[in-house]
């Protein structure tokens, strides 16, 4: 198969056709703009995939005589594909209604129900231009084996398959006899209750022989459940720097959810790679995270997205949210003032097209990071090569533009670095490779 795309202009070194995208093969891209996701972008920029990793790039100009005879298209705006790395994959919204009707979670067939589900969110995903998602408790962990063997057109998945959380803590059913929940987080589920030392070891255990890429944790209380609040701390120090421990024996760095600032600092205090939320980020906060170079993943999209559109939340949860909306703004203004190392990460978690925060929308995430005081440029490295740093060494190459980098690439038909809404529009992302293999043409 050969996909055309644009030919407005040939290059110097090479000649500018189509993309042969029978893979295995070597080709070219020309880009108007290359930005490279760390770095300042390129005018008349060019790279080179080899199979499935980036072999060369830098300038038209200074293409190699190697590649002299190799094919080249252009593209008007080049970039690593993008990376979310706070996402749920578990149907909401078609498989249930989300809060208060999360007792279908517990039914026989719901989890094949949201794997089928998935596929279908997985796919828009990678449409959206993101060619990486880490996943904080869902099922495309179940699904991704399916993805990487090519079976289902997605996005590289690493999940943490479960939630850690602390019996009655934010990864808790509320609503739902203990035993039921119990039964779940046992079978493998998006839940995993766990209290004490021992069964913190245990379950890090347990989710890493899952499949677990990285652990996720609440050290907090959070918004979207019951009986808690997101000031609460959840789980002891003693607790966090076990399952810290525990994964980091097998090479799993931490995810923390924190909202309150003691369940921050503790996180922190245990070694955790990233803060989840982290609304009552203050001055200490902010100081302790670069000290330790924990990385921020603020989830904007999400609070904004139910600021505007939370009208079915219970009164119990919108009084919480209320609480912690405009702390939220004010603290990651804060934190992108004071050189926070952000990822992007969105929360998106539903699977109707029509709702503001479904699979598919993550990139409006950079739109908020420039509301707040990033530069389009800053919001690009935030959402391409920050995002694997949030998994340390489990992460593949990707994020940039790199030598031996893989070929995680989408074209643009639009500058970015003009309008970064111009990233929010799936028809915008002309063009999407994923391991060097085209997934995407319009
Ligand atoms: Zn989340």
């Known amino acids: 198969m050969r996909v055309p795309l644009p030919q407005r202009q040939r290059g110097a070194a090479a000649a500018v056709v189509e993309i042969d995208v029978d893979q295995g093969s070597t080709f070219g891209i020309i880009a108007d703009i290359l930005i490279p996701g760390r770095g300042e972008p390129v005018v008349n920029g060019a790279l080179v995939v080899k199979d499935s990793t980036i072999d060369w790039v830098g300038s038209k100009d200074d293409i190699p005589d190697t590649y002299s005879s190799l094919r080249f298209s252009r593209v008007p705006v080049l970039m690593p594909g993008m990376w979310d790395v706070h996402t749920h994959f578990s149907g909401t919204d078609i498989v249930s209604q989300g809060p208060g009707d999360s007792y279908k979670m517990f039914l026989p067939g719901t989890a094949t129900l949201i794997g089928a589900v998935t596929v279908d969110d997985l796919r828009a995903t990678l449409m959206a231009g993101f060619t990486s998602v880490r996943e904080l408790g869902g099922y495309a962990g179940d699904v991704a084996p399916a993805v990487d063997k090519g079976v289902i057109v997605g996005p590289h998945v690493y999940s943490s398959m479960s939630v850690l959380s602390i019996t009655g803590g934010h990864g808790d059913q509320h609503d739902v006899p203990l035993q039921t929940v119990l039964g779940f987080s046992a079978s493998g589920s998006e839940i995993a209750l766990c209290d004490g030392v021992d069964e913190c070891i245990k379950t890090v255990r347990q989710v890493i022989r899952r499949g677990a890429k990285v652990i996720k944790i609440c050290s907090t209380g959070g918004v979207l459940s019951l009986n808690d609040q997101p000031e609460d701390s959840q789980f002891s120090p003693a607790e966090l720097k076990a399952v810290v421990d525990e994964a980091a024996r097998s090479g799993r760095v931490v995810a923390a959810h924190a909202i309150g600032k003691n369940g921050i600092m503790a996180a922190l205090d245990a070694g955790v790679r990233s803060i989840e939320h982290g609304v009552y980020l203050d001055e200490e906060v ?99 090569a920050n995002g694997p740093e949030t998994l340390g060494s489990q992460a593949r190459k990707s994020g940039q533009l790199k030598v031996g980098f893989d070929a995680d690439l989408i074209a643009i038909s639009h500058n970015p670095l003009d309008d970064i809404e111009v990233l929010t529009k799936p028809k915008n992302i002309t063009h999407v490779w994923k391991g060097g293999k085209l997934y995407k043409s319009l």
């Open 286 to 384: 902010a100081a302790a995270m670069k000290e330790k170079n924990v990385t921020l993943v603020p989830t904007r999209h999400i609070i904004e997205g139910l600021a505007t559109n939370g009208g079915d939340m219970p009164p119990v949860m919108r009084v919480k949210f209320d609480r912690v909306l405009q702390i939220s703004r004010d603290s990651y203004k804060l934190a992108i003032k004071l050189g926070v190392k952000i990822a992007l990460g969105t929360d998106t978690y539903s699977s109707d097209r029509k709702h503001p925060i479904s699979h598919g929308t993550n990139a409006k995430e950079l739109y908020w990071a420039c509301e707040a005081g990033m530069t389009p440029i800053q919001a690009i490295e935030m959402a391409t």
